[in-house]
């Protein structure tokens, strides 16, 4: 083989990011991204899935390449229009005969260690005209030999192409280097080695650039597949402008990266301010750990994990449960992680005799905590309450003890109060710590919610359902107000770590409102509650 090679970039934002709009692009961004992309000189683009349904307008899912035909316009001589199926998802029976009129390719993604059966489909693809195109999905999971065994079962099809799939974005240059070396070495000539990259660990372009390289330094023509800004599902792929760029300057790419930002301009600002997808805290715990991306998505959807919390619970999943998404064990490991255990009893009674008899103010971190803090200081003095401060400490007051549920609020008000934390007591839930330091009692996460609710641990609510079980009767509320739009109108210290990360707050006012009516119609009948500033959820 001699050392010159063609590097051609598929775009598949149309397929990948499907994932992120559920499909439904619209019909001028359909015709208007594949029109761009091959306007700017891409050699193959995806134009979505395969799938066994009827096509609605607009969508990128189609049920026979026909389908396609009306967001074509004028196809480009010289570029190969493909979708996508999997494996085991698309009854191929259903396929007609390559017509040439739209689709030219179909690409199949198939589980590890699932190519024989993928090749058997990808032969009655061949046989209906079509060319075929492998991605070997999580192909970091395949050892030295499984990769020489995959590449022998290609070699005896001969496919267009097989491309690496780094699912989790766990991949670093070793590891691209290991599967490539072995799949270049061992594959036919004339089989096109691919790379479709995640950026789970901000790699992925990276990555694409040391692919390039590898495949220009053997001589072999490979493929790099790529999404406008990096659209698809989690962390995102490697971005087509970027790999265009690069390509340009460093590989001879001669795209047009003005049709590259027209697209963008035109077509995807929309769908950046509808959706989010890209790099995240999340998403880089998942290619961490190797972790499909349904278990990080169910984790911050249902509970609002933190990171800290998340990392533990994806890596008590074994190996093989981390790659696939099983919803009732990831909530049998958050439950164990939130609910550790710890002897609570004797802290419970030393808290009630603390308590019980007295009137106690929450101080919430609501802004109204600051504004109104003369009308709350009043109510203190007269009242001679207990005053505990709700996952929060604000100036000026002088706190009886503090009460945290929630370990990014614990190490924030460590750092940015020192001396009032350090001097004040805490009462810590179980979630956080079970080990208490100088000055920390720790309580029973279960003694402080109430499950139920997407929301169920909001931490004002929680404080009462703890006030409620150690005997309080009277109880008076500052700074529980209500979420605003920005959620630094929300809070008197705007700095807070957020809670709340999807910025959903019109939908968690109400959620927490129904939360703290349940309280009160509940648990709360034997507790005079007075709310010192004014509150939604009153």
């Known amino acids: 083989m001699d050392k010159h090679n063609t590097i051609q970039m598929l775009d598949c934002t149309l397929r990948d990011g499907a994932y992120i709009t559920g499909g439904y692009f619209g019909t001028a961004a359909i015709k208007g991204i594949i029109e761009k992309t091959q306007e700017a000189g891409a050699q193959l683009i995806e134009c979505g899935w395969l799938k066994d349904a009827a096509h609605e307008t607009g969508y990128s899912y189609y049920h026979v390449p026909a389908d396609l035909e009306q967001y074509l316009g004028r196809p480009k001589e010289g570029v190969t229009y493909l979708a996508m ?6 009854q191929v029976e259903n396929l007609p005969p390559c017509d040439g009129k739209s689709i030219h390719a179909i690409r199949v993604v198939f589980p590890f260690g699932r190519q024989k059966e993928a090749i058997e489909i990808g032969r009655k693809i061949r046989d209906k005209g079509y060319l075929v195109y492998f991605q070997a999905a999580n192909t970091l999971a395949y050892d030295d030999e499984s990769l020489r065994l ?13 491309s690496v799939v780094d699912t989790f974005g766990a991949m670093y240059f070793n590891d691209l280097e290991r599967i490539a070396g072995i799949l270049d070495r061992e594959l036919l000539p004339d089989i096109r080695i691919g790379f479709h990259a995640h950026n789970n660990q901000q790699l992925a372009f990276a990555l694409v650039i040391r692919f390039a390289e590898l495949m220009a330094e053997s001589g072999r023509d490979c493929i790099v597949d790529a999404t406008l800004c990096g659209m698809g599902r989690g962390a995102g792929n490697a971005t087509t402008e970027l790999v265009a760029g690069y390509l340009n300057r460093q590989q001879s790419g001669g795209y047009d990266l003005d049709a590259i930002m027209d697209a963008i301009d035109i077509y995807m600002q929309e769908f950046q301010e509808k959706y989010s997808w890209g790099y995240s805290t999340p998403y880089f715990i998942a290619g961490l750990y190797q972790c499909h991306v349904n278990n990080i998505a169910y984790l911050q959807s249902n509970h609002r994990t933190n990171a800290r919390d998340m990392r533990h619970i994806i890596a008590s999943l074994s190996t093989e449960e981390r790659r696939k998404y099983d919803y009732d064990l990831l909530e049998q490991k958050y439950l164990e992680n939130q609910d550790r255990k710890v002897d609570d009893d004797a802290t419970a ?11 106690v103010v929450l101080i919430c971190p609501g802004r109204s905590s600051l504004a109104q803090k003369d009308v709350i200081d009043a109510y203190i003095q007269k009242e001679n309450a207990v005053v505990i401060g709700v996952n929060a400490i604000l100036p000026g007051y002088a706190y009886d003890h503090i009460f945290f549920v929630n370990h990014a609020r614990y190490d924030y008000a460590r750092q940015a109060h020192p001396e009032t934390f350090h001097k004040t007591p805490k009462i810590i839930l ?3 710590k079970t080990t208490a330091e100088d000055g920390e009692v720790i309580v029973g996460y279960h003694r402080a919610i109430k499950r139920g609710w997407e929301h169920f641990d909001n931490a004002a609510i929680c404080c009462l359902r703890l006030m409620e079980k150690l005997g309080v009767k009277d109880i008076a509320i500052a700074g529980f107000d209500g979420f605003k739009h920005q959620y630094n109108e929300s809070y008197a210290d705007p700095s807070l770590p957020t809670l709340n990360p999807a910025g959903k707050w019109d939908e968690l006012n109400e959620e927490i409102r129904e939360i703290y009516q349940d309280f009160k119609n509940t648990q709360g009948r034997r507790m005079e509650i007075t709310f010192l500033t004014e509150s939604y959820f009153a």
């Open 150 to 162: 995959l590449a022998a079962d290609m070699n005896a099809f001969r496919p267009e192409g097989l």
């Open 430 to 432: 179980s979630n956080i």
């Open 85 to 90: 199926i999997d494996w085991d998802r698309y």
């Open 349 to 359: 009674q030393e808290l009630r005799k603390d308590l019980s008899h007295r009137k």
